[in-house]
């Protein structure tokens, strides 16, 4: 299992390669990425991830550790980043590897949901026209439910 | 102890984190003391419905109490993934 909080970018095909490398036990491997989405209006600049040290990897921690506990799981890597994001960077991604693709899928969904409202992440879009926090959907938190 | 401030309640108050000596037995206690200090506290406060808390780095919430914690965060609902 591995957490990874950091500001640079992350390289999905290395990480996704290395991850699949690591047993042949695991015959499934799913990966999901995040990418930082423009606005329907096409004028995001920026999109500015804070968080809180210490916690946030406490808390991804805390995620990983119960999909382990959970489903029967070879490995979990996130990595999630903070700091200045443009549209289309990649701002996060989840890894599931287990024998059978059902484990792997159900575990990945887990470790969204729950990293959309439980790790103290919080998103501001930046435009032309001025700055705005990006609120917190009550359907990420009714996702928390069917778990 | 220890207050943190994030995201829009770290803009309101004005401060990403301060030192405060209090007394306050619970959360609420804290928020009340915090919003008869200024407006900047008494805005950011105003419905607590729109914050969460984490007491010595996990969420938590405005009945706990505070006794033997060193770190106190408020800020809003995350929006992590």
Do not use: C
């Amino acid at each position: 299992m591995r957490v990874v909080v950091q500001e640079e970018a992350f390289d999905l095909g290395a990480e996704t390669n290395a991850f699949a490398a690591g047993d042949a036990a695991n015959g499934a491997i799913v990966t999901f990425a995040g990418v930082v989405r423009d606005l329907a209006s096409g004028d995001l600049d920026v999109m500015e991830i804070e968080h809180y040290p210490g916690m946030t990897e406490r808390a991804l921690t805390k995620i990983a550790q119960e999909a382990m506990d959970r489903w029967s799981l070879g490995d979990v890597l996130v990595i999630h980043r903070h700091g200045r994001l443009a549209p289309g960077d990649r701002i996060m991604m989840v890894a599931t590897a287990s024998r059978h693709r059902k484990d792997a899928f159900e575990a990945a969904e887990y470790l969204m949901d729950y990293l959309k409202s439980r790790a103290p992440f919080w998103k501001k879009e930046i435009t032309t026209s001025g700055a705005e926090w990006v609120a917190a959907k009550d359907e990420d938190e009714d996702a928390l439910t069917r778990w | 102890m220890d207050v943190l401030y994030f995201a829009w309640v770290r803009e309101r108050i004005g401060l990403p984190k301060e030192k405060v000596e209090t007394e306050a037995a619970t959360v609420s206690d804290l928020v009340a003391e915090l919003s008869a200090r200024e407006d900047r506290y008494a805005a950011a406060f105003a419905d607590l419905s729109a914050l969460r808390v984490a007491l010595d780095q996990e969420l938590s919430d405005f009945d706990a109490s505070l006794a033997g914690v060193r770190e106190v965060a408020f800020f809003p609902p995350m929006t992590g993934g």
